[in-house]
């Protein structure tokens, strides 16, 4: 078995910092067109996602690696219009952001394996429970993360 490399593993991270900007922008869009409860449950998303976006900058500014830069603005995959979308929205920024989780995976150890795991499994469960909210069956998927 090949045993991770450190470049693998920093780009791995890397990506999935710029996932953590897009999933930080995505929620402006989706909380201004949810109701009340709805709306914490996003702000508690957003807080986790820039949590762990600043950790990561933190991780990757002490190795010495390359910590790409936010962009102003993300192209969202479809208009945020009404409640419906915004929790269609909220499901899949979780999905992709999680997908980006899952690459890293296979390429890091230690503590980062542990970072990834952790991070996937939150917007794993992120995903499952905007899913509910928007009565979107079924509620979990086999393997999150993977594409379907």
Request: glycine fraction near 8%; include cysteine; charge should be positive.
């Amino acid at each position: 078995m090949r045993q991770p490399t450190p470049a693998a593993s920093g780009d791995a991270l890397v990506a999935a910092l710029t996932a953590e900007y897009a999933a930080v922008y995505a929620y402006g869009p989706i909380g201004v067109r949810l109701p009340e409860a709805a709306r914490r449950a996003a702000r508690n998303a957003e807080a986790a996602h820039r949590a762990r976006r600043d950790a990561l900058v933190m991780r990757l500014s002490s190795a010495g690696g390359p910590i790409p830069a936010d962009q102003a603005g993300y192209a969202l995959p479809f208009p945020v219009t009404d409640a419906g979308s915004a929790l269609r929205l909220a499901i899949e920024v979780e999905e992709r952001t999680g997908a980006f989780w899952r690459a890293a995976l296979p390429v890091t150890t230690g503590d980062d394996r542990a970072t990834a795991l952790t991070a996937l499994t939150d917007c794993a469960l992120r995903a499952t429970r905007w899913r509910r909210t928007a009565g979107v069956t079924p509620l979990t998927v086999p393997f999150p993360g993977r594409p379907t």
